[in-house]
T-cell receptor
């Protein structure tokens, strides 16, 4: 099936720094990708919808200036956590829809961010 | 606001038995419902999708039902195996241009004992 790859799979950074997470669709083109956040023992919460060639659509309560999303090509979306703080520590997961496969969504393996 | 509840945080069963997980929702009329499996530290893996006009879907040992009147989905794993142990998430979504935006339940941790 389709593959969605995330990089890095884990990252540790100091408070105040920015971290970029990449989400790639390896064998299909994704005009739309989705970014989720998952805190320990909690479910996935949709943060934003990433649209190729246009601005991302953020969910209510998600700071667009803190979580910068760029979808510059049909196979790559990036999430940059700016000026990270310990409360931003979480598991970030992207997903994409393969237009060749009806209904199914493909998720990346996730990126574990720890902010010290 | 939309609310999704999975019946229990954890479910323990014996190998060979059927596991039944429940997903209830309120204040929502989804176009489809999906079930995912998530292993610790990994992203969710798609299992089954069922649309609002479908009552039941099967895939190998998996079966999903969808009752839009009761606003409930049941997820069954027959002849369960220890390898089925994982967290199972239900997710609801809208159709049209919002396809792919999912609202997830909190998950049920299934443990199958040998």
């Amino acid at each position: 099936g389709a593959v969605v790859s995330q990089h890095p799979s884990w990252v540790i950074c100091k408070s105040g720094t920015s971290v970029k997470i990449e989400c790639r669709s390896l064998d299909f083109q994704a005009t739309t990708m989705f970014w989720y956040r998952q805190f320990p023992k909690q479910s996935l919460m949709l943060m934003a919808t990433s649209n190729e060639g246009s601005k991302a659509t953020y969910e209510q309560g998600v700071e667009k200036d803190k979580f910068l999303i760029n979808h510059a090509s049909l196979t790559l979306s990036t999430l940059t956590v700016t000026s990270a703080h310990p409360e931003d520590s979480s598991f970030y997961i992207c997903s994409a829809r393969d237009p060749r496969v009806a209904g199914e969504l493909f998720f990346g393996e996730g990126s574990r961010l720890t902010v010290l | 606001s939309q609310k999704i509840e999975q019946n229990s945080e954890a479910l323990n069963i014996q190998e060979g038995k059927t596991a039944t997980l429940t997903c209830n929702y309120t204040n929502y009329s989804p176009a489809y419902l999906q079930w995912y499996r998530q292993d610790p530290g990994r992203g969710p893996v798609f299992l089954l999708l069922i649309r609002e006009n479908e009552k039941e879907k099967r895939k190998e040992r998996l079966k999903v039902t969808f009752d839009t009147t009761l606003k409930q989905s049941l997820f069954h794993i027959t002849a369960s195996q220890p390898a089925d142990s994982a967290t199972y998430l239900c997710a609801l979504g809208d159709g049209g241009t919002s396809y792919g935006k999912l609202t997830f339940g909190q998950g049920t941790i299934l443990t199958v004992h040998p």
